[in-house]
């Protein structure tokens, strides 16, 4: 039955987009905040009792709280970018448990964060081209897709080491989570807002979440 958690998720998102879209900001952010508690739950049903286990659900649930924080910019838009910056700092809280949780029996770190620092530089600099922000969002961008990308660089050094259905999942859960963020912040910052963005933001990010929850089932 747990398994229902995961089409529970996908409706509950595909409702939330629709009353977004009719600028239904309070029911849509109640909708999110369902969705994303879904994969939280799928996390903790799953969830052994190792420490990374325990981890990798105190990032589902940050994933959780930030997800409710960055619809709430629209509820309260007097606040919103500081509600914003909020919900994002969460987000890089919930990424950076992840990347412990990751990181345990890594090796070659410095090619993992000489990789990341190359492939952060590399995007950031075609998104700053693409995109008008103020410095303080630049800055805090750099800071957060450098910990996302740093955390893709390791999960797939995990699954070059250690190939198996925990680190797959984690790796493909991360890697869309990083696209999904890519996205975001193109369809945030970006010339114009698309709703088709948007559908893929939210798409790739919570089929992102599911699959790093399904990695718990796998983890040993």
């Known amino acids: 039955m747990m398994y229902a958690l995961i089409p529970a998720c996908i409706c509950l998102a595909a409702v939330f987009l629709w009353r977004e879209s009719k600028k239904d900001y309070v029911t849509a952010a ?3 905040g369902l969705a994303s508690a879904c994969f939280v739950v799928l996390g903790f049903l799953l969830a052994g009792g190792t420490g990374k286990a325990k981890l990798i659900v105190a990032g589902l649930v940050l994933g959780c709280i930030a997800d409710v924080l960055l619809n709430l910019r629209y509820v309260f838009a007097k606040k919103g970018q500081i509600v914003f910056l909020a919900g994002i700092a969460v987000f890089l809280g919930g990424h950076i448990l992840y990347l412990i949780a990751a990181m345990q029996g890594t090796g070659y770190w410095w090619i993992c964060i000489l990789a990341a620092a190359v492939l952060t530089a590399l995007l950031m600099w075609q998104l700053f081209k693409r995109i008008t922000a103020k410095k303080a969002f630049k800055i805090f961008g750099v800071v957060y897709i450098g910990a996302i990308m740093l955390l893709n660089c390791v999960a797939a050094a995990n699954l070059i080491a250690s190939p198996g259905a925990h ?3 984690f790796a493909a859960g991360s890697f869309l989570f990083l696209i999904s963020d890519i996205i975001l ?5 970006g010339k114009e807002t698309k709703q088709s963005l ?3 933001n939210i798409g790739l990010y919570y089929a992102g979440q599911i699959l790093i929850a399904l990695s718990l089932l796998f983890l040993t």
């Open 185 to 189: 912040i193109l369809n945030t910052f």
């Open 198 to 200: 948007r559908i893929a």
């Open 30 to 32: 109640v909708l999110k």
């Open 167 to 169: 680190t797959a999942f």
